[in-house]
């Protein structure tokens, strides 16, 4: 392995780096950072933007014979090239230098950094990239301050709509063809290009083609400045207001790792989070925008219970009490439980806790599937189905059950019935109104009101994916956290904390005070959670089990970097 | 006594109180925001009313309208008697003070005891108990501080108060205070005996004692009305509030009226003990109270009265906005040390003077 | 040679020496092939498909020849950068994008002689092992498009293209690509991207070396359509003879595009340095106009760098060095080097003293700005703002202190583009500045300075006045 | 080292202090005098006075919002006066412009902009950061009201006071 490294001089530091990393990454590893704006090291390099010049020498090439004199280090001198060199697409060499504090290399960032804004629309107050703006960064960093520009700037389309769910400001692009780059090479949906030429390049849409694939919004991420803005998210908040909380995704079975973006309780945005293991850069605009239910107005907020005249709110202790005492009333042949694949693994344990209490047999939950669209999402639609089966204990593939269960309603064998996360009327669900009015108890815990809380005697408000901590299973065998972004509305509660009072009140006994200790039950029970903590597992999770089952996007990228076309 | 002359009792009682003494309680209060206010270049309540001359009667609103309320540690009982104990006294004063001549036959005084002084400190020395009560009742360090100083003091300037008049009743041979204006009225004030009998050289040698004796008994005065530079028992800066911490609404206000109203009666007796009480300077319509007067005369008297102690309450505002306040052994000390002493050499130097000089 | 007469008023300058040129403007010579090979064309195509390709690389190598496209690099050094462990096919492509200002050589031989393209191209396909070859001609040629695809029909017809050329094993298929009208196309690596049909955005080197990764990620020579012809003539006259015409390490004949302010402007074929630019001038194109002073030479098309008439330049003859006026510069490809420009594409222009500089450099700054590809950030930005500041120059709306900005903006885009645009757009911008900062200051007024020039500035500036 | 301090040695005339209470007495019947006959100048009898005319030019009085002389507004919502405002008293609500409207290549208004007048320290830093000169601290300074709600100016209440605002950038010009 020695061998393929290489020492190279990075503002008069000598390191070590393997033969073949680009100087950019280099320069990174070494602590120093060299700005650019097109280099992205998912994509590959054109290396237009020009801002990462650095200055780069090599030793001399020796006259026919003359020995170049080592110093007592064995390193050669470096002759310093008079032009510079771009940092993102050259790799390191042996005796290489680097000088990124240079007068030269200064000069260079001052000059590409005033070029780039001399057409530039200076609306920063208006631009929502304002904030988490490379160029507004950069220009700090490396700029001027000043403007010698005195010419008209250069006008362009504004407020183009070239897609569903993306905006594009012409004027502030600054043609780093990191999106043209992403929509080609990752997306294979190659809709976005450059048209005119010179100083009037415009980004622009094929004609008759629309950016609307479903990872879209992924440019908007890599976008370096403000010209490509998300519909959703555009002038809603301004960056800085924004509390960033690193979760997941549980939009299916990925779990794509993303940091959640809230301000006073609301949530505004969800963007991915590097997992070089399950999502790579990126995310699906579906999974991204999947959060507005948790501002909705029919969130359930206060525990309900069934009376002659429909439902009326009652105190937790009531509510919970009255569940225990209905479910207790049953004979334990007698009831179902149906929990949902949506739920964390510490729901799932108290959910295994409470059948076990109750005696149940009939316990399982309901699936979901879909299609595998051969980039991130997931064929399972569930995001813990994993969990559920290794949990739950089930002993046949997740959702088998439930034709039963139905049947048995129908028969009144089943007479009682608690769905835990689930509308049971929802079309994976396939119970109708009728079949639940059969039934003589039915209890709900979720947290939105739906058919199935109608037709529920004890509702209790739950807690969505972004209101809880706890752990989930991806579908690749990826123990991860999730973690609570947002407070609860009203007086709901975390799924766990209702099944932990719902136990005790069942059993009389103390419950866990956490949904860590939760866990810890869990790891003691279940082996494959064995010797885990719910604080111990990583921020990018950690391989539970081994499943088989690979990310294609993660494996073409891997291909690419095998290649040498992107950095990784 | 019959029905009638209870009846002429009980309209002086209810006149004096409800109508002057009140109202100058509440005007006092007002000339002195007014007075500190000019003295200090500012321009004072002017807002309510013409000059705020209203302002009395929103702040007596306002009072009304607070609320009420008793600390939850406090002596209930005590805690809510103190106020009174402090107005009832002040107000009780003014009983044998003669605030006239005499108007329609009926001589203008509620009482015309023949122990008037005595019975003025008998009653003013009361009022300490008010605030006492008030100190501890409240069951709080300051107020309980405030009410330890204000005995002290009030019972060493009793002393010298007392002490102070003695020279006054020496010379005027009585202690009927109605008869002590009549005979000031004839034969010249005390302080200022330009006219009549008391031009004389025993009248003018005896002017020094008096002098001596009226400024112990204005300063003592002072002490008495825990009014600055003598305010210990309730010093901001020290105490928060003193004794009336803990008081709020018509409680403090009633502890407000009675050092007002202590104020006034002072002030009153000592227009009456060395200003001539209601007499016009020079043996103005003057009257020996053997004839009867008539009504427009007396009204003029009564007039003069309050006038001069207008005067006088000026005088104790002004004093309070100039001087700075004394520190509490200083207060002691002068009370003490000085002023005792100043007194009963003052009544030896009156009793030679009379003795000596014939 | 004697044998060739030439159209009337067209006859060579008798200190020319035809090669390439031979048949332009001929009497009686036409494009077709009938014609060509009355006069001893393909010959030498027949001669090469006998010889080893490597025979062939060395006597170009031999020959010294340097390309004709601007660069100047020697072509048989360029043939083998092909790896020879490459497995890839290998492509040869005719830079026929003749784009530079001034320069008009190109057009000639592709409108009166391809077929002598063609027999050079596909003796250097023989060369270089290319089975494909491909003709990038501008947009705004559309006859030379019309006429070398007739020539290949020919040509394939009689067995000089297509399989088994002159009873050999060796295929050639050749085709015109026409590009669709940038600049950059001329630009090789700009070139390859559009002949693979995408936008000509030059790439960055490394790794995209044409030799090495050209068209279609293959070992790709790209050549200039002179340098080409010349193939054949070094085959011809075997390259040890090609060498002794012109000068040392700047051999062969090379047309003269002489435009501009002289008498008589056109093209005309020298041997490289046996000429000066004096005798160019005087000589060839019949001295200036009546009256006229000389005031500068762009001597290699308009992206090289400027000369003044009355600069002085040491030049090194023999072993010495010595002081030359602009009059006695050789042209060759390193005596204008030594003299700060460049032979470039041979596009030769005379700039008299009517000509206001200004003026001179808009024209430059203009036609770069508008042909600026717009890939990456120095000139995209650099050479539209170069334009504006130029604009106003001449317009008279511009401060010295504009003269200064011009120059750092031109600064700070040399040496760092992706291609050689970069330069050739700076390039002129610095020169002038450097050489006619007087004449370019006066065009300017003082109490301009810091006034603000756009609409916006303006109506800011006015408010703020208030 | 500790340092003495040296008593006034008072003279016995001095110790009775009664010449200096007299001076004293004078002094504030002096004040008393001159106040009453006028002499002295007095508090400003606010509000029947108000300062108005004597403000100065950068007078920090009630932050407002201003529009230019073509009437637009001026905001555009950067919400950065609302990071900076050290008491927080500022909410804003962002909302793109519809594409109908006049100004709809401004993109971006604000939907609300509430300013808490509880809150504000007249500290102008709003005035200061705003980039787009729409933002001004005007001479108002007597912003009261009969309850909470009351005192949070709104937009509407916000233009009102601040009115229109021709040039611009006074900003930072010498006077402002």
Request: charged share 25%.
């Given at each position: 392995m020695a061998d393929d490294l290489v020492n190279v001089q990075i503002d008069g530091t000598w390191h070590q780096f393997p033969k073949g990393t680009r100087m950019i990454e280099a320069c990174r590893q070494a602590g120093v950072e060299v700005p650019h704006y097109c280099y992205h090291p998912k994509l590959s390099s054109p290396g237009n933007c020009r801002m990462c010049l650095v200055e780069m020498g090599m030793p001399p090439r020796p006259k026919p014979g003359e020995e170049l004199a080592r110093d007592e280090d064995g390193r050669l001198p470096i002759q310093w090239m008079p032009r510079p060199v771009i940092a993102c697409a050259n790799t390191v060499s042996e005796n290489l230098g680097i000088r990124t504090e240079s007068a030269l290399t200064k000069s260079c960032r001052e000059g590409v950094m005033e070029l780039l804004l001399i057409n530039h629309p200076l609306d920063c107050p208006i631009c929502d990239?304002?904030?988490?703006?490379?160029?507004?960064?950069?220009?700090?960093?490396?700029?001027?301050?000043?403007?010698?520009?005195?010419?008209?700037?250069?006008?362009?389309?504004?407020?183009?709509?070239?897609?569903?769910?993306?905006?594009?400001?012409?004027?502030?692009?600054?043609?780093?063809?990191?999106?043209?780059?992403?929509?080609?090479?990752?997306?294979?949906?190659?809709?976005?290009?450059?048209?005119?030429?010179?100083?009037?390049?415009?980004?622009?849409?094929?004609?008759?083609?629309?950016?609307?694939?479903?990872?879209?919004?992924?440019?908007?991420?890599?976008?370096?400045?403000?010209?490509?803005?998300?519909?959703?998210?555009?002038?809603?908040?301004?960056?800085w207001f924004l509390k960033e909380t690193e979760s997941i995704c549980t939009g299916c079975g990925r779990g794509c790792n993303t940091e959640v973006s809230s301000r006073e309780g609301s949530i505004l945005r969800q963007t991915p989070?590097?997992?070089?293991?399950?999502?790579?850069?990126?995310?699906?605009?579906?999974?991204?925008?999947?959060?507005?239910?948790?501002?909705?107005?029919?969130?359930?907020?206060?525990?309900?219970?069934?009376?002659?005249?429909?439902?009326?709110?009652?105190?937790?202790?009531?509510?919970?009490?009255t569940l225990a005492d209905k479910l207790a009333g049953f004979e334990s042949s007698k009831i179902a439980i149906i929990a949902s694949a949506r739920l964390t693994n510490e729901d799932l344990y108290l959910v295994r806790r409470l059948a076990q209490q109750l005696g149940v047999k009939e316990l399982d939950v309901i699936a979901r599937f879909g299609e595998d669209d051969g980039y991130l999402v997931a064929a399972d639609r569930n995001p813990n189905s994993r969990g559920a089966v290794l949990v739950l204990g089930l002993d046949s593939d997740p959702g088998s059950r439930i034709s039963g269960i139905r049947r048995d309603i129908e028969s009144g064998k089943i007479a009682a019935l608690l769905a835990i996360g689930e509308d049971l009327t929802s079309p994976e669900g396939g119970f109708s109104p009728a079949l639940l009015s059969q039934l003589?108890?039915?209890?709900?815990?979720?947290?939105?009101?739906?058919?199935?809380?109608?037709?529920?005697?004890?509702?209790?408000?739950?807690?969505?994916?972004?209101?809880?901590?706890?752990?989930?299973?991806?579908?690749?065998?990826?123990?991860?956290?999730?973690?609570?972004?947002?407070?609860?509305?009203?007086?709901?509660?975390?799924?766990?904390?209702?099944?932990?009072?719902?136990?005790?009140?069942?059993?009389?006994?103390?419950?866990?005070?956490?949904?860590?200790?939760?866990?810890?039950?869990?790891?003691?029970?279940?082996?494959?959670?064995?010797?885990?903590?719910?604080?111990?597992?990583?921020?990018?999770?950690?391989?539970?089990?081994?499943?088989?089952?690979?990310?294609?996007?993660?494996?073409?990228?891997?291909?690419?970097?095998?290649?040498?076309?992107?950095?990784? | 006594m019959d029905f009638i002359a209870l009846a002429i009792s009980a309209v002086k009682i209810v006149g004096l109180v409800f109508l002057v003494i009140m109202p100058m309680v509440a005007y006092a209060v007002w000339a002195e925001r007014r007075?500190?206010?000019?003295?200090?270049?500012?321009?004072?309540?002017?807002?309510?009313?013409?000059?705020?001359?209203?302002?009395?009667?929103?702040?007596?609103?306002?009072?009304?309208?607070?609320?009420?309320?008793?600390?939850?540690?406090?002596?209930?009982?005590?805690?809510?008697?103190?106020?009174?104990?402090?107005?009832?006294?002040?107000?009780?004063?003014?009983?044998?003070?003669?605030?006239?001549?005499?108007?329609?036959?009926?001589?203008?005084?509620?009482?015309?005891?023949?122990?008037?002084?005595?019975?003025?400190f008998a009653i003013a020395s009361l009022s300490v108990y008010g605030i006492v009560l008030a100190g501890w009742a409240s069951n709080s360090k300051y107020p309980f501080l405030g009410g330890v100083r204000s005995t002290s003091q009030m019972i060493s300037y009793e002393i010298s108060l007392g002490l102070s008049i003695i020279p006054v009743l020496m010379i005027l041979g009585d202690l009927n205070l109605g008869r002590m204006v009549q005979d000031q009225s004839v034969n010249g004030w005390l302080m200022l005996p330009l006219w009549g009998d008391r031009f004389s050289l025993k009248g003018l040698l005896l002017l020094v004692p008096v002098v001596i004796s009226f400024v112990v008994f204005t300063v003592s005065m002072f002490a008495e009305t825990n009014r600055l530079p003598f305010d210990l028992p309730e010093c901001e800066t020290e105490l928060?509030?003193?004794?009336?911490?803990?008081?709020?609404?018509?409680?403090?206000?009633?502890?407000?009226?009675?050092?007002?109203?202590?104020?006034?009666?002072?002030?009153?007796?000592?227009?009456?003990?060395?200003?001539?009480?209601?007499?016009?300077?020079?043996?103005?319509?003057?009257?020996?109270?053997?004839?009867?007067?008539?009504?427009?005369?007396?009204?003029?008297?009564?007039?003069?009265?309050?006038?001069?102690?207008?005067?006088?309450?000026?005088?104790?505002?002004?004093?309070?906005?100039?001087?700075?306040?004394?520190?509490?052994?200083?207060?002691?000390?002068?009370?003490?040390?000085?002023?005792?002493?100043?007194?009963?050499?003052?009544?030896?130097?009156?009793?030679?003077?009379?003795?000596?000089?014939? | 040679m004697s044998n060739v007469t030439y159209i009337s008023g067209k006859e060579p300058h008798s200190r020319e020496h035809r090669l390439i040129f031979r048949n332009i403007d001929r009497k009686g010579y036409d494009p077709g092939l009938k014609c060509y090979l009355k006069d001893g064309g393909y010959e030498q195509l027949k001669k090469a498909v006998t010889m080893e390709p490597k025979a062939i690389t060395d006597e170009v190598k031999a020959a010294g020849l340097r390309g004709r496209g601007g660069a100047g690099f020697p072509t048989g050094l360029k043939w083998t950068f092909i790896p020879p462990t490459n497995t890839k096919p290998v492509y040869l492509i005719c830079n026929a994008d003749e784009s530079e200002p001034g320069t008009f050589k190109d057009r000639y031989i592709m409108h009166q002689d391809p077929h002598q393209l063609l027999e050079g191209m596909a003796i250097a396909c023989y060369a270089v092992g290319a089975k494909l070859a491909y003709i990038y001609v501008r947009e705004e040629f559309p006859h030379a498009a019309r006429i070398l695809e007739e020539a290949i029909a020919e040509a394939k017809k009689a067995g000089f293209l297509g399989k088994g050329i002159c009873g050999s094993t060796f295929d050639l298929e050749l085709y015109v690509h026409r590009g669709a009208g940038a600049y950059i196309c001329g630009e090789e690596t700009g070139l390859i991207e559009s002949l693979e049909g995408k936008r000509p955005y030059p790439r960055i080197k490394p790794p995209f070396f044409p030799a090495v990764l050209g068209l279609y990620m293959s070992p790709t020579i790209v050549n200039n359509v002179e340098s080409l012809c010349h193939v054949k003539h070094i085959l011809a006259m075997g390259g040890a003879e090609y060498a002794k015409l012109g000068t040392p390490n700047n051999t062969g004949t090379r047309i003269l595009c002489v435009s501009g302010d002289v008498q008589k402007p056109g093209y005309f074929e020298v041997q490289?340095?046996?000429?000066?630019?004096?005798?160019?001038?005087?000589?060839?194109?019949?001295?200036?106009?009546?009256?006229?002073?000389?005031?500068?030479?762009?001597?290699?098309?308009?992206?090289?760098?400027?000369?003044?008439?009355?600069?002085?330049?040491?030049?090194?003859?023999?072993?010495?060095?010595?002081?030359?006026?602009?009059e006695d510069i050789p042209m060759d490809f390193d005596s204008l080097a030594a003299c700060g420009s460049m032979a470039g594409s041979g596009g030769v222009i005379i700039i008299d003293d009517s000509r206001k500089i200004s003026w001179v450099l808009n024209n430059i700054n203009s036609f770069y700005a508008h042909e600026s590809c717009g890939q990456c950030t120095p000139c995209r930005e650099g050479s539209l703002w170069m334009k504006k500041i130029s604009d106003r120059i001449v317009a008279g709306k511009a401060s010295p202190d504009d003269v200064a900005t011009l120059e750092s903006v031109a600064n700070n885009i040399e040496g760092k583009t992706i291609c050689a645009f970069g330069e050739a757009c700076s390039w002129p911008t610095q020169s002038f500045i450097r050489k006619f900062r007087a004449e370019l200051v006066a065009d300017t007024r003082e109490e301009l300075a810091g006034v603000p020039v756009n609409h916006e500035t303006t109506l800011a500036a006015a408010n703020l006045k208030n | 080292m500790a340092l003495v301090v040296r008593r006034p040695q008072l003279k016995w005339w001095e110790k009775?202090?009664?010449?200096?209470?007299?001076?004293?007495?004078?002094?504030?019947?002096?004040?008393?005098?001159?106040?009453?006959?006028?002499?002295?100048?007095?508090?400003?009898?606010?509000?029947?006075?108000?300062?108005?005319?004597?403000?100065?030019?950068?007078?920090?009085?009630?932050?407002?919002?201003?529009?230019?002389?073509?009437?637009?507004?001026?905001?555009?919502?950067?919400?950065?006066?609302?990071?900076?405002?050290?008491?927080?008293?500022?909410?804003?609500?962002?909302?793109?412009?519809?594409?109908?409207?006049?100004?709809?290549?401004?993109?971006?208004?604000?939907?609300?902009?509430?300013?808490?007048?509880?809150?504000?320290?007249?500290?102008?830093?709003?005035?200061?950061?705003?980039?787009?000169?729409?933002?001004?601290?005007?001479?108002?300074?007597?912003?009261?009201?009969?309850?909470?709600?009351?005192?949070?100016?709104?937009?509407?209440?916000?233009?009102?006071?601040?009115?229109?605002?021709?040039?611009?950038?006074?900003?930072?010009?010498?006077?402002?």
């Open positions: 990239q304002a904030g988490e703006c490379r160029l507004q960064e950069f220009s700090v960093e490396h700029g001027t301050g000043g403007s010698r520009f005195r010419e008209d700037k250069v006008k362009k389309p504004k407020n183009v709509d070239i897609g569903p769910r993306v905006r594009l400001d012409d004027e502030r692009c600054i043609m780093c063809s990191r999106c043209i780059r992403f929509t080609a090479e990752v997306a294979d949906d190659p809709v976005l290009g450059f048209t005119e030429r010179g100083s009037h390049t415009t980004l622009a849409v094929h004609p008759g083609r629309r950016l609307e694939n479903n990872y879209s919004l992924n440019t908007v991420d890599i976008c370096p400045v403000g010209a490509l803005t998300s519909t959703d998210f555009r002038f809603q908040m301004r960056v989070r590097e997992n070089n293991e399950v999502n790579s850069t990126w995310m699906c605009d579906q999974g991204r925008l999947d959060f507005h239910y948790v501002n909705s107005e029919a969130r359930l907020t206060q525990p309900l219970l069934k009376g002659s005249e429909g439902h009326r709110a009652v105190s937790w202790e009531i509510a919970v009490k003589e108890f039915l209890g709900q815990i979720h947290h939105t009101a739906n058919a199935t809380a109608d037709a529920a005697v004890v509702v209790l408000p739950g807690a969505t994916s972004f209101e809880k901590s706890g752990s989930m299973v991806n579908v690749t065998g990826r123990l991860q956290r999730l973690a609570p972004v947002v407070p609860l509305p009203g007086e709901a509660r975390e799924d766990w904390l209702i099944l932990r009072d719902l136990l005790q009140a069942l059993d009389g006994g103390n419950g866990a005070g956490s949904s860590d200790e939760v866990f810890t039950l869990l790891a003691h029970e279940v082996s494959a959670f064995e010797g885990r903590t719910l604080a111990s597992i990583s921020p990018l999770g950690e391989v539970l089990i081994e499943t088989g089952e690979t990310v294609p996007l993660l494996e073409r990228e891997k291909g690419r970097i095998a290649k040498g076309e992107i950095v990784g | 007075v500190s206010a000019l003295i200090q270049d500012r321009v004072g309540p002017n807002r309510v009313g013409f000059q705020g001359l209203l302002q009395p009667v929103a702040d007596g609103l306002k009072f009304i309208l607070k609320e009420d309320f008793t600390p939850k540690n406090v002596r209930t009982g005590y805690y809510w008697l103190a106020p009174a104990l402090t107005m009832v006294p002040a107000l009780l004063t003014c009983a044998v003070l003669p605030f006239g001549s005499q108007l329609f036959g009926e001589p203008m005084v509620i009482a015309n005891l023949n122990a008037g002084p005595l019975f003025i928060v509030a003193g004794y009336h911490t803990e008081y709020s609404s018509m409680k403090f206000a009633l502890f407000f009226l009675g050092e007002y109203a202590a104020m006034i009666i002072g002030s009153g007796l000592a227009v009456t003990l060395f200003f001539g009480g209601w007499s016009l300077p020079f043996g103005w319509l003057s009257w020996d109270g053997k004839a009867d007067i008539p009504w427009w005369q007396g009204l003029i008297h009564m007039a003069t009265f309050f006038g001069k102690v207008v005067v006088f309450i000026l005088f104790f505002i002004w004093v309070r906005w100039s001087l700075p306040r004394f520190r509490f052994d200083q207060l002691m000390r002068l009370g003490w040390v000085f002023f005792f002493e100043i007194a009963v050499i003052n009544i030896i130097l009156t009793a030679g003077i009379m003795m000596l000089v014939k | 490289v340095g046996k000429v000066t630019l004096g005798e160019v001038i005087q000589d060839f194109c019949g001295g200036l106009k009546p009256g006229r002073k000389l005031q500068a030479v762009i001597p290699g098309g308009s992206s090289a760098k400027v000369l003044r008439a009355d600069e002085r330049f040491k030049l090194k003859r023999g072993d010495e060095m010595v002081e030359i006026g602009l | 009775i202090y009664l010449p200096v209470i007299a001076k004293g007495l004078v002094i504030t019947m002096r004040h008393f005098i001159r106040t009453l006959t006028g002499r002295t100048k007095v508090t400003m009898q606010y509000p029947e006075e108000k300062w108005n005319d004597q403000l100065p030019e950068h007078y920090r009085g009630a932050p407002a919002l201003v529009t230019d002389e073509q009437d637009r507004e001026r905001c555009v919502a950067c919400q950065l006066c609302e990071f900076i405002c050290p008491p927080r008293a500022i909410t804003i609500i962002p909302e793109e412009i519809p594409s109908e409207d006049k100004w709809a290549k401004v993109e971006k208004r604000p939907l609300a902009f509430n300013i808490d007048m509880i809150r504000c320290i007249y500290c102008g830093l709003c005035e200061e950061v705003c980039p787009e000169q729409a933002i001004f601290l005007r001479k108002d300074y007597a912003i009261t009201g009969e309850s909470r709600a009351e005192m949070v100016h709104d937009k509407a209440r916000l233009y009102e006071v601040g009115g229109r605002r021709v040039g611009l950038v006074n900003k930072w010009n010498d006077l402002k």
